[in-house]
């Protein structure tokens, strides 16, 4: 019987190292080369989907650090990519910096709101905690409406254009790259940060907060990271949302999107960062394949296509999140996990 070599791990840089063995870095590589050919391979609405699912990507990854590694439950997410966006739209009128200041200071600004709001929310739990912030995310969307002299009200704000170094990004391939390099950068940092002694915090935290803290988790400086690293990666999702779609409106940050991102992290998987990007995918492309679909079937039947396509939506939200917590509470994740499984274990079934 022939059994496969370095299955086993013998050393601590072994079991700290994220790539493992020789073939995890074959594929790894393969799936950089993909990337990097894939904006050539497609046309623009296509590419226009994919960016606005890496946008979507980096926003599910702030919220599973929160929701589905520490276990507080956040409905006010979209209110944290609205200070996002318009930190940038304002930085970029009044001050007049350049994109990658701009970019992570609107993250910052987003981490202080976030640390802000964590801190009276340390006590609250569950349903109560989710009401906390939605009451937050509609908080913040009645001053976006409201504070005219600041955010233009409903009318909304103009996004600046990028340059660098005299080279403008204004094309859907060029933002590819742009959200790509983000999306790598901020996934690699999460990952890292979830094997680390804050992740594990965080974990002990979501898995017995009480066990926790007699084990010497300090309870209140770690729910308050969580809130304030959530709130960052919600901020920079905002930013890029502003500097791809050109505009931002208090319209585009509803309880509605909140209630999108956490399906994100329960189609993909709770405290999982490739969860995040494998539900942020699928919720953020299977959408407007199911909006061109609806909206075939509403000419077709002569139904009022812009009201039919929304209630239909919101229906295959419903339904996607109920069967997976029914038939698959680990979610895309989990599938995966059995499917890489198999192609390792085959052909023995032990």
């Known amino acids: 019987m022939l059994l496969r070599s370095k299955t086993f791990i013998e050393t601590y840089q072994e079991d700290l190292s994220l790539f493992r063995t020789i073939w995890i870095k074959f594929w790894m590589a393969i799936l950089l080369i993909s990337i990097l050919v894939f904006p050539f391979m497609v046309g623009r609405y296509t590419l226009y989907t994919i960016n606005l699912a890496g946008i979507y990507i980096i926003g599910a990854i702030g919220l599973n ?45 987003a981490t202080l709101i976030g640390v802000l709001v964590g801190l009276p929310c ?108 959530s709130s960052f990666y919600a901020g920079i999702s905002g930013s890029l949302f502003a500097y791809y779609t050109t505009h931002v409106n208090p319209e585009y940050f509803t309880i509605f999107l909140s209630v999108e991102y956490l399906a994100m992290i329960i189609v993909g998987g709770m405290g999982s960062i490739l969860g995040s990007i494998l539900g942020a995918m699928f919720i953020g492309i299977v959408p407007e394949w199911l909006r061109i679909f609806f909206g075939f079937l509403s000419q077709s039947f002569h139904l009022s296509g812009l009201v039919f396509t929304q ?6 939200y419903g339904t996607l999140i109920i069967l997976f917590l029914i038939f698959e509470s680990g979610g895309l994740f989990a599938i995966w996990q059995r499917v890489k499984t198999s192609f390792k274990s085959w052909p023995f079934t032990y």
């Open 122 to 229: 340390l006590r609250l739990k569950g349903l109560y905690l989710a009401m906390a912030t939605m009451s937050f995310g509609i908080v913040v969307q009645y001053v976006l409406f409201q504070w005219d002299n600041l955010t233009h009200g409903a009318l909304g704000m103009a996004a600046p254009s990028i340059v660098f170094w005299g080279f403008k990004v204004d094309s859907d391939r060029k933002f590819y790259f742009l959200i790509a390099i983000t999306v790598f950068l901020l996934g690699f940092a999460a990952k890292n940060m979830m094997r680390m002694k804050i992740g594990r915090a965080f974990v002990a935290i979501r898995d017995r907060d009480i066990a926790a803290d007699v084990i010497g988790v300090n309870l209140t400086q770690y729910k308050v990271m969580a809130f304030g690293i």
């Open 65 to 109: 650090i929160l929701t589905g590694y520490t276990g507080q439950i956040s409905i006010g997410h979209a209110a944290f990519i609205a200070i996002g966006s318009y930190a940038t739209t304002i930085l970029g009128e009044r001050t007049g910096l350049p994109f990658y200041a701009i970019i992570p200071l609107s993250g910052i600004i």
């Open 311 to 316: 209630q239909l939506k919101v229906i295959t």
